[in-house]
């Protein structure tokens, strides 16, 4: 077992001549993730100690004018790494219908379930599985095919009656200022509001970005937390906080909840985070946020209604069922950090970002900000919102912009 990672690549013979489709595949078979299979390379694999895989961990903008991002690599440790894709495969087979520890994730009682990086050198990576209001059985930590499994209870949703500040409010934007940044306000027809994500391009053509369940029911006919209907499609009109048309919704996703935004009226992404005078450079990858986990390195949002927060990484990768009803239940590739008041409704879309594994004037993005449903609280105490790699992995859009690259 120990050093079964970098031994197994190690000893391929005459890694420098594989061909790209092979070494790719060699990775992925192996256990690296998607994002380091596809974009690491055989002489980081090979200069790597023994005790030790290169991963990657963000893709920054290039300066090559032939690509549109870069790798950033990082070793780390294999036997952790190893340990880090037990855990993955097991969480795909519980997705795909497995049951451990009685539960499996169509239960009605399962509210999500998450892989933990655990840390580099105390707690091995393990699987989270949160259940509402179900007697937690096993208690603690139990086992699957090996790996650490750890069942928790969370309270089911409360309704919500307290209304917290517009942000906004006190840095307004005026309505004639045509560029707009992320964490600046977006509304629907309706005026249902949320918060503008970082800006996102297809190398061609340069977007906003947001949720999908803006203006969305979430509210069943008892107060539970069922989707009705709403939400973003393709062809409404997005508005700024302000009532003015800001462009036409091209794209969405219920199941990632992303509304891709065409400009229209003369308004102009940013790649830019309001408050913040640094610019937007890329995204970080899978087992970046893996990484940034296991030495409780932080994250930071900025959003309309709790404004600038900041948290914990407390897992990298992981599968909410948020509400039944419209767009089905599974919400996967979620990044979870923070605490339950680092978000709050209007606060959806909102960008959530990190300056690691950059420059002291860069930022990367980590994802967005999924949870936070009008008149509901999130169970449990954390934020959660789609990873920016599944972004990138799942509909080929970019972060940071084209025109500096």
Known sequence: MKDRLPSSIHEEKNIEGMSRRRFTSTLLATGFSLGTA??????????????????????????????????????????????????????QKFLEGKEIANYTISDDDVFSAWVSAGTLDEQEPYIEIEVIDAEVLPLGYTESEGVP???????????????????????????ESIGRQGGLSVEDSDGASGTLGTPVHDGDDVYFFTCEHIGANMRGPINDPIRTGGGFSEGDTAYTGFGTEIGEVVETSCSDDIAVIEPNNDYTPEFSIFGETDPITGRVYEDGLADMESSDEEVQKYGQTTGHTSGVV????????????????????????????????????????????????????????????????????????????????????????PDES
């Open 38 to 91: 596809t974009a690491v390379s055989s002489k980081s694999v090979a200069g790597a100690k023994r005790d030790e895989v290169p991963v990657v961990v963000a893709h920054r903008m290039s300066d090559d004018p032939d690509k549109v991002t870069e790798p950033v690599e990082k070793n780390v440790p294999a036997r952790w790494y190893d340990n880090l894709t037990k855990a993955r495969r097991e969480y």
């Open 149 to 175: 499994v750890r069942i928790e209870s969370v309270d089911a949703p409360e309704i919500r009656e307290d209304e917290k500040e517009n942000y906004e409010e006190e840095n307004v934007v005026e309505p």
């Open 314 to 401: 407390k897992n990298h990768s992981g599968t909410v069922v948020p509400y039944a009803g419209v767009c089905g239940t599974l919400r996967t590739n979620q990044l979870q950090w923070g605490e339950e008041d680092d978000s709050d409704d209007g606060d959806s879309g909102s960008p959530v970002y990190t300056d690691e594994y950059t420059d002291d004037d860069e930022i990367l993005i980590a994802g967005g900000v999924d949870g936070a449903w009008p008149d509901f609280y999130i169970p449990g105490d954390y934020v959660f919102g789609t990873a920016a790699y599944e972004i990138h992995n799942e509909y080929d859009y970019y972060y940071g912009n």
